[in-house]
Each structure stands twice: as structure tokens, then as C-alpha cells.
């Protein structure tokens, strides 16, 4: 049978009949759960429980194996010990079922032999033209077509309520967790799925697909690493096409990844900051509280990412003045600025409801806010203004006792072009049912309300696929860590701006024509780091010079570096600029290529001021980069100073990452530090480059 795509996504989570392969009929154990979860939640179509050993599992008709079925199941759920897995893939795919959902760990996870299991798994599906889901999953489970397809024991509940958000997540467990949660506030869900070791259908293809279901208006993810970054480009382009947002909750820092690293780069962008450049381009919103997962996507709904956003400010009401300080607090925290009611605004609530607001960037209401006109008038002035970029509501106690009043107002004023998002101070479940209900976007805390808020704000659309001609980069040097002067031979192929310069044999004589003044430096590859060890001379205005430099140096380094094998000496023209910055690429272990660009020197991991974007980025984009950098600002022309040449590091920004159009990644990472900023162009003064 050959393999067929079409039709999966449907199998997958709203499947017409399922077959559980190893159902059990103690009904405690966890291989009994998929069999009593779909008759206790009502599945509509048709289940056969697998088990050869019994004539009957939990009281209903067991078979002995996929081939005694009267029919193809669309989904197998295999639940077996993992040494029986393999057999039960290469049955399913035989006879033509669509996704089979693997349970047993054991595979990739546990090691090398795992692994190798793991791939033989994917064969032998493919081979069938079966996607498989696993393994290490916790199933498939949608509750819209109530179809709960899973282990997981948040279906003991006795009924959940559907929604219209997806959940993919690669801890099993999570899928529960987010699922009860969502229940107790009213958040429901269309499906939520376990995506295991995503040895075949990962969270970029499950969603990909996912983007053409009627019933799902958003995506909400739960992710411990990124694997195939290009099958989750593809989900977020389709995604955001389809107005569907996506909002991720990340763990994981990849520390053994930068212990990688030999250039500055590696160590100052990391695994974590390349992820956020991966979702903000994107447009994928990322959060840092877990409750903001949940709580963001009704804030985004109807809503689609606007760059300009970020030119407004946003507008706190409160009916409690500590409570509305918290929320200025965190917002302020998150970059975000803050403004009060308008004149105009306050002129219209005075002759409206008789209040006296205060021209302060806190519009609070205490002592008024309990009764619906006030409130109302506040917020339908404030959202129909345009001049904001969200408005928060902060209620006090009232959310709690007198949600009628408090809340009301905010449940009538959904539908405003611009959102508005609700934070109760108090537990005040009641209140958050309401905005959950009206769709309203709600939240249990001032925290996952600032996070849900910055995300909003920052949310932009996907970049641009890029169109930049591929490199010349030369022959694949795999491991080789390329000295300077090779190293910027290749910022020259592709397109930088590079320092004069001429390299000397290590025992050569000085040439007479050489322009002074000059730099010198070691060549040498086990020398990443030249200054930490005493392999760099400046401002040697003289042939004398330059030779008294070179013997102090040769000897300097017979203590700091003894093992450094000096392959020659590097002699360049002395250049000063009016400032310095350090321009970075690197293949990240998770999200792919990165370009970063930072103040230059040996203090940029110091000061960890630093803009990252995935590779590669257009001058444009690389304008905004620059921009972003605070030890840079100077460079602007700032206070007078003369302004240096932004444009031309800009360039220069986007030539190094034309290294990530290379399709093999031949280059892991790259550096040029410093490049200095001219007043008319920049130019790169050292280079370290490392092949994969």
C-alpha cells in the first residue's frame, strides 16, 4: 500500500471507529482507560477492544487481533508492553489503518538501541502508508466530537466542555492538566493531543493539518524542545494565514548546547533567546506563565498581529487602587507603556455618571466602580477612543460578591475593535465563568495578565520567506575551527566589509611597504580568544615596532598558550571607528540558524545587551536589530555625537547570515568581533569561524 496522507488529521482526533490493541480488563490499570474514557464520555462510532488472551474486556466483546476485525479501524491505539509494539505497527499498516497512536516508552528516550527502535517503527508504518503518533504518548483526545483517545486520567471527570482551542503537547501529562484547568474556568477545548517522541507526526504536521478544521479557532502549545523547526515554520505560516493563532509555553535552556560554543555568540544568545526569535518570527506568541496558555488566546480572538500596536499605550481601570497599582506595575515591568483617560474622556464621564477622574495614568474608580454606569461609560470611552492599544480591567472585592456590577459591564463591552482583558484581584470564580462565557478574556492573575498583554502587544506576522542568493562558503571543513585570517577571507565572500591585512610565515621577514599604523595577532586556530592571551599588539606605528612586538609576543604566548600551534603572524591596517559591535551566527540545536548582533569587545556576554532574529535577515530587518541594542543607540548619533554608518552594519549584519542559506548548515558558527562602525561604512577587524 503506498503511502497516503489524506484523511489523516480526521483519523487522528475525530475518528468513526478506533481499535485499542492490549485493552485490559482490570479497569485500574492504565490500558483499560482508552476503552472505559470513550463509552463514558459517549463516543459516538465504533470501539473494538484487542485482547487475545480474554473473550471478553470490560464486559464487551474482545478480539484476538486487528486482522479478526469486521472492518479497518481509522485509529489503533496501541497500549502494549514496547517489546510488542513493532508487530502491532507492521499488522496496522498491512491492513490499511490511517494513525496508529503508540503508548510504550522505551524508545528514543531511553538511549541509542531505542532510538534505532524508534525509526524501524516509523519505517514499517510508512511502509503501509499509516501515520503514527507516539511513541511515549498519551493519545488523542477530542472533546467536541467526544472522542477521548488517551490514558490520561483528567477524562475520570464526568463531563468536560468543548471548545474551540487545540492543545499539542509534548508531555502527555500536560494534556490533562491544561484540560482541567480550562474546565474549572469555562475554557473548553476541541481537542488536545500527546505528541510523545514525535517520531512521525510532530506538533508542525499535526498542526499544519489541523489549520483546515472548522472547529479550531487557535492553538495552544506546550513544548519541552523544538524538533524540526521547518515543519513548525510551515504550521505557523498556514496558521497565521488561516487567522489562527498560536501561543507557546516553552521549557528548556540547552545549556550542553552552548557549552558548545567557542565563539562570544554562542555563549550571549543561547538556546533560550534563539527560541524567542524563532516564535516572535514566526508570529507564534510565546508566554512565560503557564496560566497565560490558557487564558491569552480569547484575548487574541477576531484579532490578527499588527507591528504598530506597539505605538500605543495601554489603559488600566480599577475599582481597587492597590490592585490597579499591581497591574501598572507589570505592565510597566513588561516594557509596556501606560496612560490615563483624555481630557475629552474625563469631561464625558463627569457630565455622564457625576465622577471626577484624575488625570494620572491609573484611571481608578474605587470609590464609584461598583456600579455598572460607571464602569461602563469608563470602559466604552476608553475602547471606542482607538487610542489605545488594549484596555485592563482590575476589579476588586466586587468581582467576587457583586459580579453583576463589577463584571457586567466588561461582559457588554466585548466586541470593541480594541480588546480588553479582565483581571479579578480576588478568587472570584463566578466572575471569570462570565468572561469566559461572553469570550471575553479573563485572568485569574495581575502576573499571567501583564505576560498575556506583552505577548499581544509584541505579536507580529510571520517574516517573509527570505530570497537572498546562497553564499559562497568553499569546501565543507567538518570540526575545523578556521584561524582569522581564513576566517575573514570568508566574511569576504560573502559580502562584508573586512580590514586590510596580509599574513606573514611565523618566522618571515617584515616587509618594507607595509602602511603604518598596524595591529598585530597570532594566527592560530587553538587561539579563539586572542586578547585573554596576549595575541594581539595595536597601534604599532613602525617596522621596529612591529618586530619588537612580534618577539614579545612569540614569547608572551610560550607561557599563556604553550600548546597553541602559531601557524603566522597577522598584520592589519589600525582602524578606528566610532564605535564597535559584534555580529554572530549560529546553527542553534533547536530552532536552526540565528544571526545576532551586540555591543563589540570582550565585554558583549557581560552586558548581555543583544538583538536575535533566525538567519538570515534582510538589511531591513537587520535596521530593526540594530535599533533594538542599547549599547548601539550611540552609534544613532546620540547627544550630538557624530553618527556612525548603521546602514552599512546593517549590511553586514545580513551578509553573515546569508551562512544559513547554505543547505547543508556547513558553518555551525560565526563571528565577527569587532566590526567597527565607521562615520562611511564598517568594517570587520576579526573573525571566528567553526564548520559543523
Given at each position: 500500500?503506498?503511502r497516503?496522507?489524506?484523511?489523516?488529521?480526521d483519523?487522528?482526533?475525530r475518528?468513526?471507529?478506533?481499535?485499542?490493541v492490549?485493552a485490559?480488563?482490570?479497569?485500574?490499570?492504565?490500558?483499560a482507560?482508552?476503552?472505559?474514557?470513550?463509552?463514558?464520555?459517549?463516543?459516538p462510532?465504533t470501539?473494538?477492544p484487542?485482547n487475545?488472551?480474554?473473550?471478553?474486556?470490560?464486559g464487551?466483546?474482545?478480539?484476538?487481533?486487528?486482522?479478526?476485525?469486521?472492518?479497518?479501524?481509522?485509529?489503533?491505539?496501541?497500549?502494549?508492553?514496547?517489546e510488542?509494539?513493532?508487530?502491532?505497527?507492521?499488522e496496522?499498516?498491512?491492513?490499511g489503518?490511517?494513525?496508529?497512536?503508540?503508548?510504550?516508552?522505551?524508545?528514543?528516550?531511553?538511549?541509542?538501541?531505542g532510538?534505532?527502535a524508534?525509526?524501524?517503527?516509523?519505517?514499517?508504518?510508512?511502509?503501509?502508508?499509516?501515520?503514527?503518533l507516539?511513541?511515549?504518548?498519551?493519545?488523542?483526545?477530542?472533546?467536541?466530537?467526544?472522542?477521548?483517545?488517551?490514558?490520561?486520567?483528567?477524562?475520570?471527570?464526568e463531563s468536560?466542555?468543548p471548545?474551540?482551542?487545540?492543545?499539542l503537547?509534548?508531555?502527555?501529562?500536560?494534556?490533562?492538566?491544561l484540560?482541567?484547568?480550562g474546565?474549572?474556568?469555562?475554557?473548553?477545548?476541541?481537542?488536545?493531543?500527546?505528541?510523545?517522541?514525535?517520531?512521525?507526526?510532530d506538533?508542525?504536521?499535526?498542526?499544519?493539518?489541523?489549520?483546515?478544521?472548522?472547529?479550531?479557532?487557535a492553538?495552544?502549545?506546550?513544548?519541552?524542545?523544538?524538533?524540526?523547526?521547518?515543519?513548525?515554520?510551515a504550521?505557523?505560516?498556514?496558521?497565521?494565514a488561516?487567522?489562527?493563532?498560536?501561543?507557546?509555553?516553552?521549557?528548556?535552556?540547552?545549556?550542553?548546547?552552548?557549552?558548545?560554543?567557542?565563539?562570544?555568540?554562542?555563549?550571549?544568545?543561547?538556546?533560550?533567546?534563539?527560541?524567542?526569535?524563532?516564535?516572535?518570527?514566526?508570529?507564534?506568541?510565546?508566554?512565560?506563565?503557564?496560566?497565560?496558555?490558557?487564558?491569552?488566546?480569547?484575548?487574541?480572538?477576531?484579532?490578527?498581529?499588527?507591528p504598530?500596536r506597539?505605538?500605543?499605550?495601554?489603559?488600566?481601570?480599577?475599582?481597587?487602587?492597590?490592585?490597579?497599582?499591581?497591574?501598572?506595575?507589570?505592565?510597566?515591568?513588561a516594557?509596556?507603556?501606560?496612560?490615563?483617560?483624555?481630557?475629552?474622556?474625563?469631561a464625558?464621564?463627569?457630565?455622564?455618571?457625576?465622577?471626577?477622574?484624575?488625570?494620572?495614568?491609573?484611571?481608578?474608580?474605587?470609590?464609584a466602580?461598583?456600579?455598572?454606569?460607571?464602569?461602563?461609560t469608563?470602559l466604552?470611552?476608553?475602547?471606542?477612543?482607538?487610542?489605545y492599544?488594549?484596555?485592563?480591567?482590575?476589579?476588586?472585592?466586587s468581582?467576587?460578591?457583586?459580579?453583576?456590577?463589577?463584571?457586567?459591564?466588561?461582559?457588554?463591552?466585548?466586541?470593541h475593535?480594541?480588546?480588553?482583558?479582565?483581571?479579578?484581584?480576588?478568587?472570584?470564580?463566578?466572575?471569570?465563568?462570565?468572561?469566559?462565557?461572553?469570550?471575553?478574556?479573563?485572568?485569574?492573575?495581575?502576573?499571567?495578565?501583564?505576560?498575556?498583554v506583552?505577548?499581544?502587544?509584541?505579536?507580529?506576522?510571520?517574516?517573509?520567506?527570505?530570497?537572498?542568493?546562497?553564499?559562497?562558503?568553499?569546501p565543507?571543513?567538518?570540526?575545523?575551527?578556521?584561524?582569522?585570517?581564513?576566517?575573514?577571507?570568508?566574511l569576504?565572500?560573502?559580502?562584508?566589509?573586512?580590514v586590510?591585512?596580509?599574513?606573514?610565515?611565523?618566522?618571515?621577514?617584515?616587509?618594507?611597504d607595509?602602511?603604518?599604523?598596524?595591529?598585530?595577532?597570532?594566527?592560530?586556530?587553538?587561539?579563539?580568544?586572542?586578547?585573554?592571551?596576549?595575541?594581539?599588539?595595536?597601534?604599532?606605528a613602525?617596522?621596529?615596532?612591529?618586530?619588537?612586538?612580534?618577539?614579545?609576543?612569540?614569547?608572551?604566548?610560550?607561557?599563556?598558550?604553550?600548546?597553541?600551534?602559531?601557524?603566522g603572524?597577522?598584520?592589519?591596517?589600525?582602524?578606528?571607528?566610532?564605535?564597535?559591535a559584534?555580529?554572530?551566527?549560529?546553527?542553534d540545536?533547536?530552532?536552526?540558524?540565528?544571526?545576532?548582533?551586540?555591543?563589540?569587545?570582550?565585554?558583549?556576554?557581560?552586558?548581555?545587551?543583544?538583538?536575535?532574529?533566525?538567519?538570515?535577515?534582510?538589511?531591513?530587518?537587520?535596521?530593526a536589530?540594530?535599533?533594538?541594542?542599547?549599547?548601539?543607540?550611540?552609534l544613532?548619533?546620540?547627544?550630538?555625537?557624530?553618527?556612525g554608518d548603521l546602514?552599512?552594519?546593517?549590511?553586514?549584519?545580513?551578509?553573515?547570515?546569508?551562512?544559513?542559506?547554505?543547505?547543508?548548515?556547513?558553518?555551525?558558527?560565526?563571528?565577527?568581533?569587532p566590526?567597527?562602525?565607521?562615520?562611511?561604512?564598517?568594517v570587520?577587524?576579526?573573525?571566528?569561524?567553526?564548520?559543523?
Amino acid at each position: 500500500m503506498s503511502r497516503d496522507d489524506s484523511g489523516w488529521i480526521d483519523a487522528l482526533v475525530r475518528p468513526s471507529s478506533v481499535a485499542v490493541v492490549g485493552a485490559s480488563d482490570d479497569p485500574k490499570k492504565d490500558s483499560a482507560r482508552p476503552l472505559r474514557f470513550l463509552r463514558k464520555h459517549g463516543f459516538p462510532g465504533t470501539v473494538w477492544p484487542i485482547n487475545p488472551m480474554r473473550e471478553t474486556v470490560l464486559g464487551e466483546k474482545a478480539w484476538p487481533s486487528l486482522a479478526a476485525l469486521p472492518a479497518v479501524p481509522d485509529h489503533v491505539y496501541i497500549v502494549t508492553a514496547a517489546e510488542r509494539v513493532e508487530e502491532q505497527v507492521i499488522e496496522a499498516a498491512r491492513l490499511g489503518v490511517k494513525v496508529a497512536t503508540v503508548l510504550a516508552d522505551g524508545f528514543a528516550e531511553s538511549g541509542d538501541a531505542g532510538a534505532v527502535a524508534q525509526r524501524r517503527l516509523v519505517e514499517r508504518a510508512h511502509a503501509g502508508g499509516m501515520r503514527l503518533l507516539g511513541p511515549n504518548s498519551m493519545g488523542a483526545a477530542s472533546v467536541a466530537d467526544r472522542v477521548p483517545f488517551t490514558t490520561n486520567a483528567a477524562w475520570e471527570a464526568e463531563s468536560l466542555a468543548p471548545g474551540r482551542l487545540m492543545a499539542l503537547s509534548q508531555s502527555g501529562s500536560l494534556i490533562g492538566t491544561l484540560v482541567s484547568r480550562g474546565a474549572a474556568r469555562g475554557i473548553g477545548f476541541h481537542s488536545l493531543v500527546s505528541v510523545g517522541n514525535e517520531a512521525d507526526l510532530d506538533v508542525g504536521a499535526i498542526g499544519e493539518a489541523a489549520v483546515g478544521l472548522d472547529g479550531v479557532d487557535a492553538f495552544i502549545l506546550f513544548l519541552e524542545t523544538v524538533r524540526r523547526p521547518e515543519r513548525i515554520a510551515a504550521f505557523a505560516r498556514a496558521a497565521h494565514a488561516a487567522g489562527k493563532p498560536i501561543v507557546a509555553y516553552k521549557l528548556g535552556r540547552s545549556p550542553e548546547a552552548q557549552a558548545l560554543a567557542v565563539s562570544h555568540t554562542g555563549a550571549l544568545v543561547g538556546s533560550d533567546r534563539a527560541a524567542d526569535a524563532f516564535f516572535r518570527d514566526l508570529g507564534i506568541l510565546r508566554v512565560d506563565q503557564f496560566e497565560a496558555l490558557l487564558e491569552l488566546p480569547a484575548l487574541l480572538k477576531g484579532r490578527v498581529p499588527d507591528p504598530t500596536r506597539r505605538t500605543k499605550p495601554v489603559a488600566v481601570v480599577t475599582t481597587t487602587g492597590g490592585g490597579g497599582a499591581m497591574a501598572v506595575d507589570r505592565l510597566g515591568a513588561a516594557g509596556i507603556d501606560i496612560a490615563g483617560a483624555s481630557e475629552s474622556l474625563r469631561a464625558r464621564v463627569r457630565d455622564t455618571v457625576g465622577l471626577s477622574l484624575k488625570p494620572a495614568r491609573l484611571i481608578d474608580v474605587t470609590l464609584a466602580g461598583a456600579r455598572y454606569e460607571v464602569m461602563k461609560t469608563v470602559l466604552d470611552g476608553l475602547l471606542d477612543s482607538g487610542d489605545y492599544a488594549a484596555v485592563v480591567a482590575a476589579i476588586g472585592s466586587s468581582a467576587q460578591f457583586l459580579p453583576e456590577r463589577a463584571v457586567q459591564p466588561i461582559v457588554d463591552c466585548a466586541g470593541h475593535a480594541t480588546p480588553i482583558a479582565a483581571a479579578p484581584l480576588p478568587q472570584a470564580d463566578q466572575a471569570l465563568a462570565m468572561l469566559s462565557t461572553a469570550e471575553v478574556a479573563g485572568f485569574r492573575t495581575i502576573e499571567s495578565m501583564a505576560d498575556a498583554v506583552r505577548a499581544f502587544m509584541q505579536w507580529t506576522p510571520p517574516r517573509p520567506r527570505p530570497t537572498q542568493v546562497p553564499p559562497e562558503i568553499g569546501p565543507s571543513r567538518p570540526g575545523v575551527l578556521l584561524g582569522e585570517a581564513d576566517g575573514l577571507d570568508l566574511l569576504d565572500r560573502l559580502g562584508m566589509g573586512t580590514v586590510a591585512r596580509r599574513v606573514l610565515a611565523p618566522d618571515a621577514e617584515i616587509p618594507e611597504d607595509i602602511a603604518y599604523p598596524v595591529v598585530l595577532k597570532a594566527v592560530s586556530a587553538d587561539l579563539p580568544h586572542k586578547t585573554e592571551a596576549g595575541a594581539v599588539a595595536l597601534g604599532l606605528a613602525d617596522r621596529a615596532s612591529l618586530e619588537a612586538a612580534r618577539e614579545a609576543m612569540r614569547r608572551r604566548l610560550a607561557t599563556t598558550a604553550p600548546t597553541a600551534r602559531i601557524e603566522g603572524w597577522l598584520v592589519q591596517t589600525m582602524v578606528r571607528g566610532l564605535g564597535e559591535a559584534l555580529v554572530g551566527y549560529r546553527v542553534d540545536p533547536e530552532v536552526g540558524p540565528v544571526i545576532s548582533v551586540a555591543p563589540g569587545g570582550i565585554f558583549a556576554e557581560l552586558y548581555e545587551d543583544v538583538a536575535v532574529r533566525t538567519a538570515p535577515v534582510d538589511p531591513q530587518e537587520a535596521r530593526a536589530m540594530i535599533a533594538e541594542v542599547r549599547g548601539l543607540r550611540a552609534l544613532a548619533g546620540w547627544r550630538g555625537r557624530e553618527p556612525g554608518d548603521l546602514q552599512a552594519l546593517a549590511q553586514a549584519v545580513s551578509a553573515l547570515s546569508t551562512l544559513a542559506l547554505d543547505p547543508d548548515h556547513r558553518v555551525a558558527e560565526a563571528e565577527a568581533n569587532p566590526v567597527m562602525v565607521l562615520a562611511d561604512g564598517a568594517v570587520a577587524v576579526d573573525a571566528l569561524v567553526r564548520f559543523a
